[in-house]
């Protein structure tokens, strides 16, 4: 199955085109801005390093959230308008979930929600332990030491820096973003449904003075 992959949700933009396990091409850049801008030329040179056109695309992975408001719409708006062009499905991941299947073993994913707050979630071998959900640095932070106390832990994701402290022995990925790459096996074997962004609290935004 050819899958595009797309992450947007974070400091980076990344694109991945894989046949079945076989990765074809992919690119990734750092950045806090301008995905909108980027992600187009991004797929299209992607698509063409594989040596594919885009009526070769069976499927669309595409991170969902959570992360920032902008680049996950930017990726979502994305993947559903190629998907109803191509007619083919599109199928969202947690980004939360992308960051841990890059690690083996005991996961807690982190992103930094600002404000005090984490986007966090706990795996075991890529299974999520609960839902996805925004909580104090201090409870992400307690709940990183619990869990590091258990051995084999790794702290995975942009906000892993900030409980690495509390969590001694525990591994750290911290990559701007998810891998692409994942997003797209991760895609690979679920069953395709509603492309729907995933907000773990209402936006932020303050009126000019």
């Known amino acids: 199955m050819i899958v595009l992959g797309l992450d947007t949700c974070l400091n980076a933009c990344s694109v991945a085109v894989l046949d079945g396990e076989r990765v074809l091409a992919s690119a990734r850049e750092v950045m806090a801005r301008g995905h909108q801008e980027r992600l187009a030329p991004m797929a299209q040179a992607v698509m063409a390093q594989a040596g594919l056109g885009f009526g070769e695309i069976e499927r669309i992975a595409v991170t969902v959230g959570p992360g920032s408001f902008t680049g996950l719409r930017v990726g979502v708006a994305f993947a559903k308008g190629l998907a109803a062009a191509l007619a083919v499905p599109a199928v969202g991941i947690g980004t939360l979930e992308a960051l841990a299947a890059e690690a083996e073993g005991p996961a807690f994913a982190a992103i930094d929600a600002r404000r005090g707050q984490i986007y966090a979630q706990a795996f075991e071998d890529g299974r999520a332990m609960a839902p996805p959900q925004v909580m104090a640095l201090e409870e992400a932070a307690a709940m990183a030491a619990e869990l590091a106390a258990r051995g084999g832990l790794t702290l995975a994701g ?51 003075a």
């Open 158 to 208: 942009p906000g892993a820096g900030l409980l690495a402290a509390a969590a001694p022995g525990a591994r750290t990925l911290a990559p701007e973003g998810a891998d692409a790459q994942v997003v797209a096996r991760l895609a690979a074997a679920r069953t395709p449904g509603a492309l729907v962004p995933l907000y773990l609290r209402a936006p932020h935004a303050e009126l000019p």
